[in-house]
T-cell receptor
């Protein structure tokens, strides 16, 4: 299947710092999404991106759909302890196929 | 509004047995998706159902199957269980796809094969 390369694999940051993670693919994606997963729970949708170049914010989170449609990044500003979790990028390859391809995740640890 | 609900939360089986996992989508959602999340790995797409029909299938053997009922709930069946089937099985639902609709996930069923 399609490979989404997500980096970094893990991050340890101090509370209050900004965080940046990204996702790249060799294929063009129609849609990019970012999810957060905490232990014992399913992924929760953070941001959905539908157009190349689109920049969307959700509170302290900002994500962009790359111009080439082969990448996306997620920024978290002023991190807080509850930001801890695993962040996954996901992409929809073609319209109508609907199934998502997921990155391998970025595990975020915030040190108070 | 209730989210996607899955049952059971945990399921323990032995090799060769069969497992049935259940999912109720968000009210109004007609599409249901199943994903497998093996330990330390990302999510792998299994199956997509919409309006009672299987619309797409991931790269999994035929012993992974499912169905969608008239009330849009869904079952995932795994036959002839193998040790490597141990994973978190996640169900997601979305509105009908005119333009792409984002998928919302349940908390999963943890399937353990002994």
């Amino acid at each position: 299947g399609q490979q989404l390369n997500q980096s970094p694999q893990s991050m340890f940051i101090q509370e209050g710092e900004d965080v940046s993670m990204n996702c790249t693919s060799s294929s063009i994606f129609n849609t990019w999404l970012w999810y957060k997963q905490e232990p014992g729970e399913g992924p929760v949708l953070l941001i959905a991106l539908y157009k190349a170049g689109e920049l969307t914010s959700n509170g302290r989170l900002t994500a962009q759909f790359g111009i080439t449609r082969k990448d996306s990044f997620l920024n978290i500003s002023a991190s807080i302890p509850s930001d801890v979790g695993i962040y996954f990028c996901a992409g929809q390859l073609v319209p109508g196929a609907n199934n998502l391809f997921f990155g391998t995740g970025t595990r975020l640890t915030v040190i108070p | 509004e209730a989210g996607v609900t899955q049952s059971p939360t945990h399921l323990i089986k032995t090799r060769g047995q069969q497992a049935t996992l259940r999912c109720s989508p968000i009210s109004g959602h007609t599409s249901v998706y199943w994903y497998q999340q093996a330990l330390g790995l990302g999510l792998q797409f299994l199956l997509w159902y919409d309006e009672g029909e299987e619309r797409n299938r991931g790269n999994f053997p035929p012993r992974f199957s499912g169905r969608q009922f008239p009330n849009y709930s869904s079952e995932l069946n795994v036959n002839a269980l193998e040790l490597e089937d141990s994973a978190l099985y996640l169900c997601a639902s979305s509105l009908a796809d005119r333009d792409y609709q984002p998928q919302h996930f349940g908390d999963g069923t943890r399937l353990s094969i002994l």
